[in-house]
């Protein structure tokens, strides 16, 4: 598998403080990641390098800032699915030094999923030694869709300044689905969309999964990346067997959320109010760009 850069979104929401339009003047902005791939890490992309559109419309970018230093607030959750009671080995050890290699900046907490459920274990806090304190190996637990926790945790973080990662570890199985659309995936897109959450998911089979049916496994995995993508994250996994090791995939996840950007950019006349389709593309053939399908748009006055 390789292990990409990319570009990814804080979308913009009605009560978001990042992306708000509250005003005639306000610029919508969102959190962009770019990859540097053949050229020095240093390189800054300007407004220029990249082109957002919207059903075709151009949205302008007006500005592309560094989110850095006493700028890098970020609330980050580690949210841990509690299906599984596999031997996590020195999985546990690779995210307490993710942990704890996290800036100063960075506010972190971490929940459960038991029986579908969440269970928060540790509040958002700069304690470091309270988040390392509050991971235990996964117990065990009644086989449910990881979607709903996931939509339960955005709808009851608390939105403000900072900018808002979750990073999940699943096998992403909704034992009840039906068919190859989950609604509560679609839900947990929509409410992260709207809300501005980034998803990072890491898949972690359930303890069974050398005897589960491939066509599941596969199912869940392709509703983690599904989740992932459409939030402006990324999906990691290697067949369907437990990961050896989470170092390089959290190493990933860490350059991500080191090179972002807050992205600036005027709103076109024909473009409507809601959850609408977007795409961003690079002119620049180094810089490689990822991006939700659909950014979060506030109703305008009449007058705009």
């Not at 299906?83 to 307490?96: D, I, P």
Request: overall charge negative; hydrophobic content about 40%; charged content about 15%.
């Amino acid at each position: 598998m390789t292990i990409k850069s990319g570009i990814m979104f804080l979308v913009a929401c009605p009560l978001c403080a990042w992306a708000q339009n509250p005003s005639p003047g306000v610029t919508p902005r969102m959190i962009v990641t770019v990859g540097h791939f053949g050229i020095h890490d240093t390189q800054v992309p300007l407004p220029t390098d990249l082109i957002l559109t919207s059903k075709a419309e151009a949205l302008p970018i007006t500005s592309l800032t560094p989110v850095r230093g006493d700028q890098a607030n970020l609330e980050l959750y580690l949210v841990v699915d509690n299906c599984s009671n596999c031997e996590v080995g020195t999985k546990f050890e690779e995210l307490r030094s993710f942990i704890q290699a996290q800036p100063a900046t960075t506010t972190m907490g971490v929940a459960y999923i038991q029986n579908g459920r969440l269970k928060i274990a540790q509040p958002l806090t700069s304690n470091r030694a309270h988040v390392v304190g509050a991971l235990n190996p996964p117990s065990g637990s009644q086989p449910a869709n990881p979607f709903n926790a996931l939509t339960e945790l955005i709808d009851s973080w608390s939105q403000g300044v900072a900018r808002r990662v979750v990073l999940m570890i699943s096998n992403g199985i909704d034992p009840q689905a039906d068919g190859p659309i989950d609604p509560p995936a679609e839900a947990a897109i929509e409410a992260a969309q709207c809300a501005g959450v980034v998803v990072y998911a890491i898949y972690h089979p359930s303890a069974n999964w050398d005897v589960a049916g491939y066509s599941e496994v596969h199912s869940g995995q392709v509703q983690l990346a599904h989740v992932a993508y459409e939030t402006g994250g990324q999906a990691y996994f290697l067949g369907i067997n437990p990961l050896g090791t989470l170092q390089p995939y959290l190493a990933d996840i860490a350059d991500h959320l080191a090179n972002q950007y807050v992205l600036e950019f005027r709103i076109g006349p024909n473009v409507g109010s809601g959850l609408q389709p977007v795409l961003l593309r690079s002119k620049v053939e180094d810089f490689d760009v990822e991006a939700p399908g659909k950014i979060w748009i506030p109703e305008r006055s009449p007058d705009r």
